[in-house]
């Protein structure tokens, strides 16, 4: 298939016990369905905390980019870093020259080196372990994960750590300068005579959640600019934004809120619905559905916290996974053998679909004459019928084409 992609080592010492359950939630939450979907290699997380003597001496290797894995395997395009910082880990490096003290040290100017493919993000275990310690020094320099000062109502410390890391991977991965993911809220400023301010009271409870956490926000109501074209600047967010539609019974029949979908569909950037429809909608849209969608309610008379706390967490990991598949998609496109015509970050639709075809109509490029046209998405695969509408459509449209669509799982089935 394809070369790995992204290998995370969480490192902690054996005796900071705290260490080995926080591993297993980071284990347990790239293993996890959100990453299942993409190619094989995509992300993998590996634990480093024991060597191999077990003699109490610094974890077994980690490998990067300047040094091949076992039996020669190529290591992964990207690596991070994660020590989780305990006391047992600050006594161990205290001492110059020690085992632990070298390797610490050496991941650091691994790092150094190789900036744009290494990247670390501690967390500490214990405030305490990097106070005046040799430990604070080696790590002081880089901003910790899960170090808020205070939760967000609803949030979690296992959902604040995962969050904190998947937006530090999918950041490090983007490669832009400051680069900060920003959560496009997209909602309707009407509601219907019995949500009365329901609609506003959820959509101040997701803006205040996302200011408790590291992620930016781009709110029309706060961010557009007098003076400024608003239409264009919706387009332009909504295309370099991920989207977070909050979908009440008004919003699938807005036009605008519509509009802010599809562009972001269509441009592949992330995309989840917090469903809170109250009465019901009169008949929805086609143009919403297709995208990972969390459930939220009000109990007591308070919608859900938890709730939105999914529905971001959710949202933070499909950036992710969309960085992911676009470095994936860049190395298929160097040298590996998968002759792949379309890259879809989502499930094709009409939508998107639609736009694939008129992309290559207008830009005139070429599409294959011998075999169908393949596209590739991540898991789950589409049902029959709906891969049946996309088929019919391909084949009605002005280029006539066959289209063969995949998944990872599908294309490793077929032997790549």
């Not at 929805?284 to 308070?302: A, C, N, Q, W, Y």
């Not at 969309?322 to 499930?347: F, M, N, P, T, Y």
């Not at 075809?357 to 004459?369: A, Q, T, W, Y």
């Amino acid at each position: 298939m394809l070369p790995p992609v992204l290998e995370v080592f969480v490192i902690w010492h054996p005796l900071d016990i705290e260490g080995e359950q926080i591993a297993r939630e980071f284990v347990d939450h790239f293993r996890g369905v959100s990453f299942s979907g993409i190619i094989g290699g995509g992300i993998h997380v590996a634990a480093r905390s024991k060597g191999w003597d077990c003699d109490g001496g610094c974890p077994q290797p980690c490998y990067s980019v300047e040094t091949s894995g076992p039996n020669g395997l190529a290591s992964a395009e990207f690596v991070a870093f994660v020590p989780l910082l305990g006391r047992h880990m600050a006594w161990a490096v205290q001492e110059d020259g020690s085992s632990w003290n070298e390797f610490v040290v050496g991941l650091v100017e691994s790092q150094k080196k190789k900036p744009k493919q290494i990247a670390t993000f501690p967390f500490a275990l214990n405030k305490s372990a990097t106070d005046q310690t040799k430990l604070g020094e080696v790590f002081g320099s880089f901003q910790q994960i899960g170090a808020s000062p205070k939760l967000a109502d609803g949030d979690t410390e296992v959902g604040l750590r995962c969050r904190d890391l998947s937006q530090g991977l999918a950041q490090f991965l983007a490669d832009e300068d400051d680069a900060r993911l920003t959560v496009f809220l997209s909602h309707t400023k009407r509601s219907n005579l019995s949500e009365g301010k329901d609609v506003d009271e959820l959509v101040d409870g997701v803006r205040k959640f996302i200011a408790a956490t590291r992620l930016d926000e781009f709110f029309d109501a706060h961010d557009l600019q007098p003076g400024k074209d608003w239409e264009a600047e919706l387009i332009k967010n909504a295309k370099n934004s991920a989207l977070l539609a909050v979908r009440t019974d008004l919003y699938a029949s807005r036009a605008w809120c519509q509009k802010e979908v599809a562009v972001a569909k269509v441009t592949g950037m992330p995309v989840v619905t917090l469903d809170a429809l109250g009465l019901g909608e009169e008949r929805g849209s086609f143009l919403m559905d297709h995208v990972p969608r969390i459930p939220t309610h009000k109990d007591e008379g308070h919608w859900q916290q938890t709730d939105i706390s999914r529905a971001l967490n959710l949202l933070t990991d499909e950036c992710l996974k969309r960085e992911i598949w676009r470095v994936q998609k860049r190395v298929a496109e160097e040298g590996a053998a998968l002759a792949v015509d379309w890259w879809s970050s989502h499930a094709p639709e009409p939508l998107t679909l639609l736009a694939w075809i008129e992309h290559v109509l207008d830009n005139g490029d070429k599409i294959p004459n011998s075999r169908p046209v393949r596209i590739l998405h991540p898991d789950p695969p589409l049902g029959r019928d709906e891969l049946g509408v996309l088929k019919s459509m391909a084949k009605s449209s002005k280029l006539d084409f066959e289209i063969d669509v995949m998944t990872p799982r599908l294309l490793a089935m077929r032997g790549g």
